[in-house]
């Protein structure tokens, strides 16, 4: 039987940033991951970053590459009506949220995780955690055909939507909460320049569509489309045609075409579990709670997660104390739950639900009253940089 401190499910991000902030506190821990190495640093997910995020990460001492190669944006920009509203975050906040790929966060965690010489176990499979609700938490995979089985101290479930943590608690004794959106995002990845050095959300009455980039040279691109689109019937030509329709004027006349690099269809939903805590066992990240990627929320809220964990548990192996740690739950709920907030609202203002025309008027003038309401701006803008950590 082999122990550890932390047992960590999931080498994604919100896993390996968990792992490295431990380390660096002299706490121990232990990664588990199904997929292989590979496959998780090749994963492409979102890239804005808000200013709490970058801090996280410096600290945890993965920032050097980041605040290098990043993209700091001061402000971003909402289509509608053939206009734009740029929204000057910058201004209205004092902050400003920067644009580093998921892909190159992972990395960047998974190197400092590897040069540290971290236990990580990947292509794990028959994963099971069990003792949680007794103080008797234990983790149990097969690793390399042979069957490894860790006791711990706590669990920590970063091991996404289908993961086995959520899935091996009594659904008695949760509440889950869920919305299902009725399209998707069709996304590309194309190494041509940016339509603007900004991001813009559009609505159209033909749907959504969001410019967005991933480096001068990398543009990451968007349309909302049904939830059953078959991909194949999406070649580049079609998408960059309709994503030029659904951009005000101006913004589609700037986009640079090219083949893409990647492409694929993301569905979109808001899902919360509560609570967050079940015994020795903590969800964190996509495991706890989904956003639709609008406002870029995701990865974000899963760094909030860590920083209260990583906290709590290092105030219980230095005093002693379980306070923090009986607070996760809670404290991470309020955040989580404006930021569902959030996303919600975006989604409902930039997107089409229906062919109701009485529908798409309210939308206009909605961003309408935006545009001429510092108020409402400043808002916006304070929801975007993202909300502070504990006091949300």
């Known amino acids: 039987m082999n122990r550890t401190q932390v047992a960590i499910i999931g080498a994604g991000p919100s896993g390996l940033l968990l792992s490295q902030l431990l380390h660096v506190n002299g706490i121990d821990s232990v990664i588990i991951e199904r997929q292989s190495r590979d496959y998780v ?82 292509e794990a499979s028959e994963v099971s955690v069990a003792g949680f609700m007794d103080n008797r938490p234990s983790v149990r995979f097969t690793h390399e055909g042979r069957t490894h089985e860790f006791e711990c101290d706590y669990i920590a479930g970063c091991d996404g939507y289908h993961g086995v943590c959520r899935r091996s608690i009594p659904q008695t004794s949760m509440q889950v909460f869920e919305r299902v959106y009725p399209f998707g995002w069709l996304g590309i990845l194309a190494d041509v320049p940016p339509a603007t050095h900004e991001l813009i959300y559009s609505n159209h009455e033909r749907g959504f569509a969001l410019c967005s980039m991933r480096s001068p040279t ?50 979109l939903r808001s899902f919360v579990v509560e609570p967050l805590r079940f015994g020795s066992l903590f969800l964190v990240g996509d495991a706890a709670h989904i956003v639709p990627p609008t406002g870029a929320k995701g990865l974000n809220l899963a760094a909030a997660d860590v920083r209260i964990l990583y906290r709590a548990l290092v105030e219980r192996y230095r005093t002693g104390s379980t306070e923090l740690v009986d607070r996760y739950s809670e404290t991470c709920l309020r955040r989580i739950w404006k930021a569902e907030r959030f996303s919600w609202w975006f989604t409902s203002v930039t997107h089409k639900f229906s062919d109701d025309a009485f529908a798409h008027r309210l939308q206009l003038a909605e961003l309408d009253y935006l545009e001429s309401s510092n108020a409402a701006l400043t808002s916006v803008a304070e929801n975007y940089v993202g909300l502070p950590f504990e006091a949300a």
């Open 218 to 267: 990398r543009s990451r691109y968007y349309v909302q489309c049904a939830t059953d689109e078959n991909i194949e019937e999406w070649p580049d030509s079609r998408f960059w045609d309709e994503l030029r329709r659904r951009l005000p004027a101006e913004v589609a006349d700037a986009v640079t075409t090219g083949p893409s690099i990647e492409k694929s269809i993301a569905p």
């Open 41 to 122: 640093e090749g994963r492409i997910r979102a890239g804005v970053l808000e200013q709490g995020t970058v801090e996280l990460l410096i600290e945890a001492g993965v920032g050097d590459r980041l605040l290098r190669d990043r993209l700091v944006h001061d402000g971003f920009a909402v289509g509608f009506a053939g206009r734009t509203c740029r929204i000057d975050i910058k201004g209205l906040t004092g902050k400003a949220v920067s644009v580093y790929g998921q892909t190159e966060v992972t990395k960047d965690l998974m190197a400092a995780r590897i040069d540290a010489g971290a236990k990580i176990f990947f």
